[in-house]
């Protein structure tokens, strides 16, 4: 993992970046020779090497009473990185050799296959192992959105690299198009007949001039209580354009919010529509080296304000007395705590099943059809497309992103399950990628927890969705904050100290 020079692109006022480096990598001449013994110590600390469990109760027993404010099991490395800006004292424990948990990447090659219990191994024409970094649940982060600010208030920027993502599409009648976000696009979208252009572009300009703290925007729409089903039928836009706006734009999986009030889908397509301006070509950016690169980034960030983590740590049990938790138990040692994050599978009693996900992870040797040969872009089959009351999502990134070999993609292709053949629900996404090398499938129960953690201060994640973008999980994130600090999230109190614990200045 290589070290990352304080990042300039997202800090700049406007102006599109190149896709080629939007991050700067490499060693930070600059950074001070304590931040860096810090970060190796860091190293030698989460693999239990110069750090051990025992020496962690020892630190919290010297500092007095209980060893830690909270606890955070696996999946739970942003709120871990947050509250240790806050100044609570954190311990992170995961039972993997790995970060992120479920959403980690997992490298060389080979380990994915034995994962997959694919016991003969990748081929040859894989090319080496080792030049692979494969995520198990893949998602996007909106340019403008809600992770990319978490990313920069707290400077976890300077641990990694992105690139845009070339391109953003949607399905229909079988075939995929580009998702037309801006007048422009729009006038020249194939998606759309001549008159329906028209319409389309008086929508987008609507959306564009709103704003809900100013009355004179609204056009006679209330905000409030007006439905985006009505909002649609005031700009008389068709059922295929409200598809691809719906689902496409705003990113929703259902037609729910169809009668839901119109403010949170505005909302959701300027976000589209600021995050797509930043950089052109698509609203999205992609880590290099793969989404794990996100949790290790955070597992920094908590290290540097004091966090401890401890990859390969099991954990036996979750101590609670009068209802609350105390601690948690593991190889015979207890760490006491005043709270616990944990994502579902730590507490199968405290939560309860919402569903599954069924996600095909697909090796190719191509780009997808009719994305201009893109190497890396996203494609939403919105649910009425296909007969079905989910979408269906892929998201395809490759070499450039170094993760995958020289003259490889990986393409995954995931939705909500509706039936009891989860593989036939996803072919209209496997057939745009035909040929494919290789596929491993996984199937996935969704757990939400059963109470809010208020009066226990066990606070669950819920699992992650079918959607190939952030914002529902950065939503979670918010949500579980509110709860545990008894206050709304601010984004504000995530800035780094003026003055960290190195006595950097603030830039």
Not at 223 to 239: E, H, I, N, W
Not at 287 to 306: D, H, T
Not at 413 to 430: F, H, I, R
Request: aromatic content about 10%.
């Amino acid at each position: 993992m290589r070290w990352a020079s304080c990042c300039s692109f997202l800090r700049s006022a406007s102006g599109a970046c190149s896709p080629e480096r939007l991050f700067s990598l490499g060693p930070d001449p600059d950074a001070p020779p304590q931040r860096q013994g810090h970060l190796l110590f860091e190293e030698r600390a989460v693999q239990g090497g110069a750090y051990n469990f025992k020496d962690w109760l020892l630190v919290g027993a010297e500092a007095g009473g209980s060893a830690a404010d909270c606890v955070a099991l696996p999946q739970e490395c942003i709120l871990s990185g947050i509250m240790s800006v806050n100044g609570k004292k954190v311990l992170h424990m995961d039972r993997n050799p790995y970060y992120g948990g479920e959403s980690s990447s997992i490298t060389p090659l080979e380990e994915l296959y034995k994962r997959f219990q694919l016991l003969e191994g990748p081929p040859e024409s894989m090319g080496r192992g080792r030049d692979w970094n494969v995520d198990l649940i893949p998602k996007f982060l909106m340019a403008n959105g809600q992770l990319v600010k978490m990313l920069l208030y707290t400077e976890v920027t300077r641990y990694l690299d992105f690139k845009v993502v070339e391109g953003s599409f949607v399905y229909k009648g079988g075939k995929i198009y580009k998702v037309p976000s801006t007048e422009t696009e729009a006038l020249a979208s194939n998606l759309m007949g001549m008159f329906e252009k028209r319409r389309f572009r008086k929508f987008l300009v609507f959306v564009a001039n709103f704003d809900e703290n100013d009355p004179k925007t609204f056009e006679g729409v209330d905000p409030q209580t007006t439905s985006m089903r009505d909002v649609y039928r005031k700009f008389d836009l068709g059922q295929d354009v409200i598809d691809f706006t719906g689902h496409a734009l705003a990113l929703y999986r259902t037609d729910d919010y169809l009668d839901q009030p119109c403010l949170e889908t505005i909302n959701r397509i300027k976000l589209y529509s600021e995050s797509l301006a930043r950089y052109g070509k698509s609203p999205y950016l992609y880590p290099l080296y793969g989404l794990g690169e996100l949790p290790q980034g955070f597992a920094r960030l908590s290290a540097i304000y004091g966090g401890t983590y401890m990859l390969n740590k099991p954990v036996d049990d979750i101590i609670m007395e009068n209802g609350k938790v105390v601690g948690v138990k593991s190889e015979g040692e207890v760490a006491r705590c005043k709270q616990l994050i944990c994502d579902p599978s730590y507490i199968p009693d405290r939560v309860r099943k919402a569903g599954q996900v069924i996600r095909i992870i697909c090796i190719l040797s191509h780009p997808i059809k009719n994305t201009n040969d893109a190497n890396s872009c996203q494609i939403i089959i919105p649910q009425n497309q296909v007969n079905r009351k989910s979408d269906i999502y892929v998201c395809m990134i490759s070499y450039a992103h170094n993760v995958a070999a020289q003259g490889k993609y990986i393409a995954i292709a995931s939705t909500t399950v509706e039936t009891t053949d989860p593989e036939k629900e996803v072919e209209p996404a496997l057939e745009l990628l035909e040929p494919i090398d290789q596929k491993f499938v996984a199937i996935s129960d969704l757990y939400e927890p059963i109470d809010d953690g208020c009066e226990s201060q066990v606070f669950c994640s819920c699992s992650y969705d079918a959607t190939t973008h952030f914002e529902t999980t950065c939503n979670d994130i918010k949500d579980i904050y509110k709860r545990m600090a008894g206050m709304a999230f601010d984004f504000e109190n995530m800035k780094r100290k003026q003055n960290d614990v190195f006595g950097e200045a603030e830039q």
